[in-house]
């Protein structure tokens, strides 16, 4: 369903900063995370947890924390939802934080609920190592193998492939230079810069405390941006492919983080006293060829356009499509001509890191707060998903 046919409202839209690989968050698991985003969106819409009719989370490596396969379960118990609400854990990768506000908005569309929580979550850092096939023993002879989840995350093994080469394959498809891909990961990181600096990112944001060295402080501010130049990232080597063009410092960066988007029909609005910051007006999920998964956003935005007649150029005021590496974000860009002027204006994961299953909820929390400051009706937010797909979800500002 590209097109919604009954009022679905995002009452609330929190996200945490997200932490660097190894960082800050590193001890702070992906229910934790999830947990404080959820209790910010329930607060800022004044909203008793226990009006919520379901709640649905994003997560993909749901083995990085023993409560993992509970983790939906787990969230909402903590927020505070009634025993009798049912909560379910989604995985579509790298959509995930989107195919839980997709979820949503169907539950509602279809009178299920009136009032949903979606919330993505991921703590990569917390991703384990595992040593598979020796539950029922192993020969003498062979000496067990140890898995690293995160890179196994990061491989599509259907095609043998890893997401960093589907890169290179567009990079090639889309004649795209190095230099190229280096000056828009400088832009990233330059407009997340500039946005920090004029504050775009408070109102999305949910605070969290935490303690070192014995002091507790309040993490407010993404930890991954760096002081990038073009120098800099000219000295990285490529990372997949000996003469490649994709590196470190020009694709997304491996982090922690979550978001929470609450959901509620027009009608639990009206009941409930709710402000509305926007309206989900459509979505779109479509298939790809795995081996350039990183167009996947290109049809899913084409399709969801088409189905809400609008036009991609005329129409559409803010494009956010999620930066997996920077040569698969020009490649969307190439493949659609979108304006600069008004895609990622506040940078990307290249800048902020990539946590798979939450960036879904911090591009649609950041595109409502963004629509608002520019007036603009409509805002796209989308992203490629490893083994060939793309999501797409379309907002409505309300006048």
Excluded at 280 to 288: K, L
């Amino acid at each position: 369903m590209a097109c919604l046919t009954r009022g679905v409202f995002i009452v609330g839209a929190k996200r945490t900063p997200f932490g660097t690989f190894g960082g800050k968050l590193k001890d702070v698991d992906s229910i934790e995370l999830g947990r404080i985003a959820s209790v910010a969106a329930l607060q800022q819409a004044n909203l008793s947890p226990d009006k919520v009719d379901s709640v649905i989370m994003g997560n993909v490596n749901q083995v990085s924390s023993k409560n993992g396969p509970y983790i939906a379960r787990h969230v909402g118990l903590k927020v505070g939802v009634q025993v009798s609400t049912p909560c379910l854990t989604i995985n579509r990768l790298c959509g995930s934080g989107f195919q839980s506000i997709v979820n949503g908005s169907q539950e509602i569309c279809l009178d299920d609920s009136e009032i949903v929580l979606c919330v993505g979550s991921e703590n990569m850092s917390q991703s384990p190592f595992v040593q598979r096939n020796c539950r029922f023993g192993v020969k003498f002879t062979q000496t067990p193998t140890i898995e690293c989840t995160l890179w196994s995350t990061l491989t599509d093994w259907h095609i043998n492939t890893p997401m960093g080469v589907t890169s290179e394959n567009l990079a090639k498809k889309y004649k795209l230079t190095r230099e190229e891909v280096d000056q828009y990961a400088l832009m990233s990181q330059t407009r997340w810069k500039e946005a920090n600096k004029n504050g775009h990112f408070k109102e999305e944001m949910a605070p969290i405390k935490l303690t070192e060295r014995k002091k507790e402080f309040l993490m407010e501010v993404d930890e991954h941006p760096q002081g990038t130049t073009m120098e800099s990232l000219g000295k990285l080597r490529p990372s997949f492919e000996k003469e490649g063009v994709s590196t470190a410092g020009n694709s997304s960066g491996i982090g922690d983080g979550a978001g929470a988007i609450l959901l509620a029909s027009e009608e639990s609005v009206s009941q409930n006293k709710l402000k509305p910051l926007a309206r989900v007006a459509g979505y779109s999920i479509v298939g790809c060829d795995p081996n350039i998964m990183g167009i996947g956003p290109v049809n899913a935005i084409r399709k969801v356009c088409d189905a809400n007649g609008l036009s991609l150029e005329k129409d559409i005021g803010l494009v956010d499509i999620n930066e997996a590496f920077s040569a698969q974000f020009l490649s969307v860009v190439k493949e659609l001509k979108l304006d600069m002027s008004k895609t990622n204006v506040n940078g990307g994961a290249i800048a902020l890191a990539h946590p798979v299953g939450a960036s879904g909820s911090r591009i649609t929390a950041n595109l409502v707060y963004e629509m608002e400051r520019r007036k603009v009706k409509y805002g796209i937010g989308s992203a490629c998903i490893g083994g060939g797909q793309g999501i797409a979800i379309l907002l409505e500002r309300l006048s």
